[in-house]
């Protein structure tokens, strides 16, 4: 029994928890190691049963396959986090890593049909800039004048057992507004600023690029659905429901 009691073991690994390395769980206690090895999407440890971490791990575990096999064919994003698409594969990642540190960090690959939304959120703060006064205070000009800074975020939402937010900043900095001598409710407009206008733009292509990618999978997916329509072979005149390549069931012509 030490100063701090008896050390904890790992529910997952059956390691021992040092100092500081416990993540608490429902119903037992992870070490920090094992954590690690959590989607970075996932927020809802503390509520966890050991058994879902175990199957969670054993998702990530096999995610590592996926990495592995995922080519890019399209990339949106210029600073620290970027959306790559595997359109041959109809899969996505969301990384902020090099696509040659994938298999270090085992960034989560996404089905485009898991994707049940998306959205943009531009976040907006105001701060008024201030002068010194002959005393070394800082005052407001007359008429004040403010700065206006904007992070924007892309959310996309998804259809997973264990995230449902993929939430990322676009920027790496600020986009900050030159100082306005006008009422705080008389803003510049925002999109006359180019580095505004990027990344609205960026944000708003990555949401078309997966919400189009979706739709497109969910399209076909209803045609497969759909009742097949019998018509006439070309080839023997036979009325036939042609099959996955479109051959008569009959002669195996092309019936349509």
Known sequence: MGLFGKKKTC???????????????????????CAA?????????????????????????????????????????????????????RKFIVSSSNPRKWEETNP???DFSQVTGVDIDIDEDVDEDMR??????????NPPRYFYSYDFYVIIRVNSP?????????????????????PANMKPYPEMNNDYSEYKKMGEDIKTALTS???QVRDEAA??????????????????????N??????GGAAQ
Not at 162 to 172: A, E, H, Q, R, V
Not at 246 to 251: I, K, L, P, T, V
């Open 11 to 33: 529910a997952i690994c059956g390691g021992e928890i040092g100092l500081l390395g416990n993540r608490k769980l429902e119903d037992g206690n992870m070490c920090k190691k």
């Open 246 to 251: 479109g051959r008569c069931e009959f002669c």
């Open 162 to 182: 264990y995230f449902d937010t993929i939430k990322f900043k676009l920027n790496s900095s600020d986009v900050q507004t030159t100082a306005s001598s006008v």
């Open 37 to 89: 090895k959590l989607s970075p999407w996932f927020s809802d440890r503390r509520r966890s049963t050991v058994d879902s971490i175990k199957e969670q791990l054993a998702y990530r575990e096999a995610n590592k396959d996926a990495v592995a096999k995922f080519q890019t064919t399209l990339t949106f994003g210029t600073d620290s986090t970027k959306v790559y698409l595997d359109e041959d594969d």
């Open 213 to 215: 990618a979706r739709q």
């Open 108 to 110: 989560d690959v996404i």
């Open 132 to 141: 010194e006064d002959k005393e070394g205070r800082s005052v407001s000009y």
């Open 223 to 244: 045609a497969a659905r759909a009742p097949k329509k019998a018509v006439i072979c070309q080839c023997c005149g036979a009325s036939t429901i042609p099959d996955a």
